[in-house]
């Protein structure tokens, strides 16, 4: 304002029109520095005054004011702020232990699913109690606790992965190495494993050796009224011979056991 007074009174001749200037001119500042505050609440007002220092083609128009350092108080440049060390330290530390649970749940998942001898024989006594044997009673609850019948065929199957020698029970050193074969150290990993038990009768040759088996694991009976020649001729029979016996040929060579069977049988289809 002291520059435009100055400059009327060296032109005393002009005074009208330079005043005239004067109140142009500063109409025009006082327009635009209106312009400028509504355009910065209104920015403010949208969360955006960040990007109108950033953004030359859009605030092109404001820089071309006169009054420029007016709008860079407006609006100052933010700065990035540099984190301290002791903030830097805190957020390695805090990826670090994040990394460390990681990798420990990991961890624990893994000791949990791998084979555990100590854990294995943890489980044996849960049904042995003192002894070195898993006896009937304790036989009973191990059924229960894997969801099976005692007289389950499945039983069967894991009496022979097992090499058990007498029915209804598990000595230490049969569970020990039947259940490391099996990598079952709990009762959950036991009840996953029932369906793979079961489908080993499903392939010819373990069927075959499981049958076999069963003829040593039930001779401790006191009922004795065949021999492992009639048991194996049995299996036999039962795979080449007709439901309703019609393909049987009584001239085969089929033990007198099985021929009295079959006289039986259809004795017992005419009645």
């Not at 990826?95 to 990991?106: A, G, I, P």
């Not at 090499?163 to 990993?189: I, R, V």
């Amino acid at each position: 304002m002291k520059l435009i007074r100055e400059q009327q009174a060296s032109h005393p001749q002009g005074s009208e029109g330079m005043r005239h200037w004067t109140d142009f001119q500063l109409n025009s500042h006082l327009s635009t520095l209106a312009n400028i505050h509504k355009i910065y609440h209104t920015l403010n007002k949208l969360n955006l005054t960040e990007d109108v220092s950033q953004d030359d083609h859009q605030t092109g128009s404001l820089r071309s004011c006169s009054s420029a350092d007016c709008f860079s108080k407006v609006m100052p440049p933010r700065k990035k702020r540099r984190p301290a060390s002791g903030d830097d330290l805190s957020a390695k530390k805090s990826r670090h232990d994040s990394m460390y649970r990681k990798y420990d749940s990991t961890r624990i998942k893994t000791e949990e699913e791998a084979f555990s001898s100590k854990r294995c024989l943890e489980w044996f006594y849960e049904y042995a109690g003192t002894d070195d044997v898993v006896g009937p009673e304790g036989m009973e609850k191990f059924c229960e606790d894997i969801g099976v019948e005692p007289e389950n065929v499945v039983m069967l199957v894991l009496a022979w992965k097992l090499d058990a020698q007498n029915m209804g029970y598990f000595t230490l050193q049969e569970w020990l190495k039947g259940m490391t074969s099996l990598q079952c150290d709990t009762t959950e990993k036991l009840r996953n494993t029932l369906d793979y038990l079961r489908s080993l009768l499903n392939d010819s040759t373990n069927f075959k050796l499981i049958y076999r088996y069963a003829f040593d694991f039930a001779r401790q009976s006191k009922y004795k009224v065949i021999n492992k020649d009639q048991w194996c001729n049995v299996l036999e029979f039962s795979r080449t011979i007709n439901l309703d016996l019609s393909n049987y040929d009584e001239d085969g060579a089929w033990p007198v056991l099985l021929d009295e069977f079959v006289e039986w049988y259809k004795d017992k289809q005419m009645s």
